[in-house]
């Protein structure tokens, strides 16, 4: 089939690429010409450094002849008179701290296309075609885009809601061998399209295909990125505060009693200091502002969000509270900059909250290392007589005041023994991630004091 992407950010390019790989012809539009050069350039390790995704580079290269990404809308316009199916994948952010979604790039995307959809075939508009949502959209998107639609004078559509739920970090993994593939239409014409679209999914046993309403697909999505961030959110404030609260209470200990209850899971029981990203936050606030303008409460809703910000400000709050540190002056170091492992995404990321925290406070020096997101960490703090770049994490700890590890990356769990035998100045560690727990002890032992997500305050013996 003949499928046009637009948007070629996380959810775009991977998606585009599966569905190359699935042997449809695919052509990915997008207004950002750097990311369609490098996206475009055939060379998997230009591709991993525009969007770090484990085997997107790889996948788009095997399948070149099957792809092909633009800037250049008089492509985008011939491949509609074939075009089966447009996707979607606009960003989708909120606006300001208002909870509703800016939809103004999704709109003024819909209007291109609806205005070229009108003029297919030469005017004819023979050829049916899918308009698929599949960014993350309020519940009512499915009207808004037909009225789109119909006031350019499209013919011959329907629209499809085809909520993505890739993880990042693991979105090729997670796109080639999807737990779910949600589908909402109204027509069943529709539903056949997407069936041939995701044949491979479709005919799968392990995959669960749900054919549902438009409407419950999106309101879907929203409902399960809340579910989620509600059990971090509980992790965070309920369980990791309990062992924060109390002696002789090991995180670990506790996780494994809670995981063992097939009713609880294992899903989301790691501690840490925030839970950013693109989504979470976004889609949470979204569902409440929805629910509110439906004229009902959102209270569980909202107190997830402020439960997420109060970890952030409680872990960071606590080096003056229970270190009595000082920060003015002081050299810091910042290891780990992506929102989380396995990404260059910083999007939501505590490290941008935690650098102007620590501007606030008159810091000296930031010493920073990130594997992947540095560079997009970059844009936002650039290097200056504050802000210094490393390219390993123990150039950056080994002459800090305070090391703050916030982002999970497997390799940060080798710094302790660095720590333990190179650092006679015994910096005061706050570790986010409860990366170095196998090193707790230790780290007391050799005189570190650590303040530790889901643990009391750990003094080193002097
Ligand atoms: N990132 C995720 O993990 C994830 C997972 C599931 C759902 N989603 C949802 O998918 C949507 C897209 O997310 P993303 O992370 O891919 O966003 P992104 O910011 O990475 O990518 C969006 C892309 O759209 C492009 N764009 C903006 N305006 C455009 C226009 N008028 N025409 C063409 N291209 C345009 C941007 O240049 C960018 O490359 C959002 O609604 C998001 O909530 C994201």
Redesign the pocket.
């Known amino acids: 089939m003949n499928i046009l992407y637009?948007?070629?950010?996380?959810?775009?390019a991977c998606s585009a690429a599966v569905s190359a790989a699935s042997g449809h012809n695919v052509l990915v539009?997008?207004?950002?010409k750097k990311?369609i050069d490098m996206l475009s350039s055939g060379d998997r390790d230009t591709i991993e450094s525009c969007l770090f995704e484990k085997g997107l580079g790889d996948l788009l290269v095997r399948n070149q002849g099957r792809i092909d990404f633009t800037t250049d809308y008089s492509k985008v316009e011939g491949f509609l008179d074939v075009c089966d199916g447009v996707f979607m994948?606009?960003?989708?952010p909120e606006i300001g701290e208002t909870g509703e979604s800016n939809l103004t790039?999704y709109f003024?995307?819909a209007e291109?296309i609806g205005s070229v959809l009108a003029r297919r075939n030469s005017g004819m508009q023979e050829k049916y075609v899918v308009i698929v949502n599949?960014?993350?959209?309020p519940i009512d998107m499915v009207d808004k885009t037909q009225e789109i639609m119909d006031r350019a004078g499209v013919k011959n559509y329907g629209v499809v809601s085809n909520?993505?739920?890739?993880?990042?970090g693991k979105?090729i993994e997670g796109s080639l061998s999807p737990d779910r593939v949600v589908v909402g239409a109204w027509h069943e014409k529709d539903f056949e399209i997407m069936r041939r679209m995701y044949q491979r999914f479709y005919d799968s046993p392990t995959v669960q295909y749900i054919e549902v309403n438009p409407k419950e697909a999106a309101a879907g999505k929203l409902l399960a990125n809340y579910t989620l961030f509600n059990k971090l959110a509980i992790t965070f404030d309920v369980i990791g505060r309990t062992c924060e609260a109390f002696d002789n209470i090991s995180y670990e200990q506790i996780r494994k009693v809670l995981s063992s209850d097939p009713r609880i899971g294992s899903w989301g029981l790691y501690d840490s200091l925030y839970a950013g990203?693109?989504?979470f936050i976004?889609?949470a606030r979204s569902l409440s502002h929805q629910l509110q303008t439906a004229g009902y409460g959102a209270v569980l809703v909202n107190e997830t969000y402020v439960a997420n910000k109060r970890q952030l400000e409680t872990f960071i709050g606590r080096a003056e509270k229970e270190a009595d540190f000082e920060w003015e002056g002081k050299t810091v170091a910042l290891v780990g900059t992506a929102f989380k492992r396995d990404t260059n995404d910083i999007r939501n990321s505590p490290s941008i909250d935690i650098c102007y925290y620590l501007q606030e406070r008159l810091v000296k020096n930031i010493y920073i290392y990130d594997p992947a997101a540095m560079d997009n960490f970059k844009l936002v703090f650039p290097e200056n007589e504050q802000y210094h770049y490393f390219n390993h994490e123990f150039d950056a700890v080994k002459d800090a005041d305070v090391i703050i590890i916030a982002t999970d990356w497997p390799q940060f769990r080798g710094l302790g023994d660095s720590i333990i035998t190179e650092l006679k100045h015994k910096p005061l560690i706050m570790d986010g991630r409860r990366m170095l727990q196998h090193r707790y002890i230790d780290l007391q032992k050799a005189g570190f004091d650590i303040i530790a997500i889901g643990s009391p305050f750990l003094k080193g013996k002097k």
């Open positions: 637009i948007g070629s950010g996380f959810v775009g539009y997008d207004v950002d990311k994948c606009l960003p989708t790039y003024d995307a291109k599949k960014s993350t959209v909520p993505e739920f890739l993880v990042e979105a990203g693109s989504c976004k889609d």
